[in-house]
Structures are given as structure tokens and as C-alpha cells.
């Protein structure tokens, strides 16, 4: 194994007003993109200059349109390996529960989409997604942390604490 220097992101989950669909952008634009073809949240890299909030913030607006006014920090995760480049991410995983603004319909990644959060598990997700989504959108007060090693482009286990 080699030093461990991983890429510092955000991921978040944008609730609709009324609290049943979640904004999701399926990645459909860029040909080079690890994610082309998947649903995810918001995101992206945090700059060197920034907190964690800030950049969730950051990546709301530039990729949305919106600026969050509510945001819950639900959880971290650690994707080893991942991708065409075997990148190294620690993601901070948010729920942006309100927000100001009208979310734009597409971003240079992909088209935004409102999504009822019980049908998201029927969409092109990544594999650690059905995992950790039901803690990002369930009860749960305590952070979960999170765990998926990849190898050529495959995850390879999942661990999530805590358990349940």
C-alpha cells in the first residue's frame, strides 16, 4: 500500500420542500466521467481554503443553483481505489434540508432531477450507495462512518459504523 492521501469531498442530498423527493443528477454529460451513466447527490473536491460546510455549500450553488439553509453533516465515508484512477476519497456526506433559490434543471455534469427518495434505490447508483442512503434519509441522530474499498473499478466489501 501507498501513502494514503485521499481527495477531500462532499456529497449531499437535497430534500424538496415537502421532504419526499431527493435532488439527484444523473451523470450524462462528460464522456471521461467515472459516474457517467449513475445517479448521485451534489458534490465535488473541497478546496484548500475551505471547511467541509463551506465546500458542500460551494458545490450546492455551482452545481444547483441554490444556496443551502439547512444542512445536516449525516455521515463520512471512505471509498478506497475508486474509479479508472484508483483514487483515495474521504467524502462528508450532508442532507441540505432547506434551501433558498429554484434549482436549475441541468449542470455541466448531467441533468438534475427531483427523485421520491423511496424509488432513488431503483436508479443506476454506485454499490455503497444502498448502504449508507437509508442513514442519510433515515432517523438516525449519530453520524454514520463508512467504509468501501473498490479494486478495478468494483467494490470490494462495505462496513458501516455504527452496525444498524
Known sequence: MGKYRPIVGTLGYVLSKDKKKVLMMHRNKRKDDD???????????????????????????????????????KGTMNW???????????????????YSGTPKKTCPEGDLEWIEIEKIYDLPLWESDEYFLPHVFGD??????????????????????PTS
Open 35 to 73: 459516474h457517467i451513466g449513475k445517479y448521485n447527490g451534489l458534490g465535488g473536491k473541497m478546496h484548500e481554503d475551505e471547511d467541509i460546510a463551506t465546500a458542500m455549500a460551494r458545490e450546492i450553488y455551482e452545481e444547483a443553483g441554490i444556496v443551502p439553509e439547512k444542512m445536516t453533516l
Open 80 to 98: 478506497t481505489g475508486f474509479g479508472k484512477n484508483s483514487e483515495d476519497w474521504l467524502g462528508f456526506i450532508f442532507l441540505i434540508e432547506e
Open 140 to 161: 438516525t441522530k449519530e453520524p454514520f462512518h463508512g467504509y468501501s474499498p473498490h479494486h478495478s473499478e468494483k467494490m470490494i466489501s462495505f462496513s458501516l459504523y
